[in-house]
T-cell receptor, first 105, second 112 residues
Framework: GIQVEQSPPDLILQEGANSTLRCNFS?????LQWFHQNPWGQLINLFY???GTKQNGRLSATTVATERYSLLYISSSQTTDSGVYFC???????FGAGTILRVKS | AAGVIQSPRHLIKEKRETATLKCYPI?????VYWYQQGPGQDPQFLIS???????DKGSIPDRFSAQQFSDYHSELNMSSLELGDSALYFC???????????FGPGTRLTVL
């Protein structure tokens, strides 16, 4: 089956800093989604991005399908950005192990 | 906008008991998925339904069964519960089988 690798596994940032999270996948996919899991366990949809680039406020994402990777950019991080960021690829979503982000004030 | 609804949000059961989790997809979504997330783990796909028919099966134990009803809501039935079934169970829905999936808030099941 499809393998999904996320890096880094852990990341600690000072408030206001920028970061890049990476997702590598082993096969061609027709669905790629980024999620933020908050401390209460809810999975929040960030991007549906099987290819191309999208931006939403301080967040943006790029997927290069031909090279089988996706990047999530977080700019001007805030403490509320803390949590686990998952990349998942499909059609039936296979999740990576996630990146645990801690933003300190 | 309407989101995926799951009930109950929390459930506590004893070993060997049964549990039923319910999922109400976003209106007009025809595909429902179930995922299980153990403590400290990533979500794992269990089973999916498209237009009320089972479409794909993942790592769902034989003790679990699910169905999608005529109004498109889905139920996950879990029998002979084990301690290892303690997890967060997510339902997701999409319009069509290969499109963006939207997740519900999850049901946190604790088996004692």
């Amino acid at each position: 089956g499809i393998q999904v690798e996320q890096s880094p596994p852990d990341l600690i940032l000072q408030e206001g800093a920028n970061s890049t999270l990476r997702c590598n996948f082993s096969d061609s996919v027709n669905n790629l989604q980024w999620f933020h899991q908050n401390p209460w366990g809810q999975l929040i949809n960030l991007f549906y991005i099987p290819s191309g680039t999208k931006q939403n406020g301080r967040l943006s994402a790029t997927t290069v399908a031909t090279e089988r990777y996706s990047l999530l950019y977080i700019s001007s991080s805030q403490t509320t950005d803390s949590g686990v960021y998952f990349c998942a690829v499909g059609p039936l979503l296979v999740f990576g192990a996630g990146t645990i982000l801690r933003v300190k004030s | 906008a309407a989101g995926v609804i799951q009930s109950p949000r929390h459930l506590i059961k004893e070993k060997r008991e049964t549990a039923t989790l319910k999922c109400y997809p976003i209106p007009r979504h025809d595909t429902v998925y179930w995922y299980q997330q153990g403590p400290g783990q990533d979500p794992q796909f269990l089973i999916s339904f498209y237009e009320k028919m089972q479409s794909d099966k993942g790592s769902i134990p034989d003790r679990f069964s699910a169905q999608q009803f005529s109004d498109y809501h889905s139920e996950l039935n879990m029998s002979s519960l084990e301690l290892g079934d303690s997890a967060l169970y997510f339902c997701a829905s999409s319009l069509g089988r290969n499109n963006e999936q939207f997740f519900g808030p999850g049901t946190r099941l604790t088996v004692l």
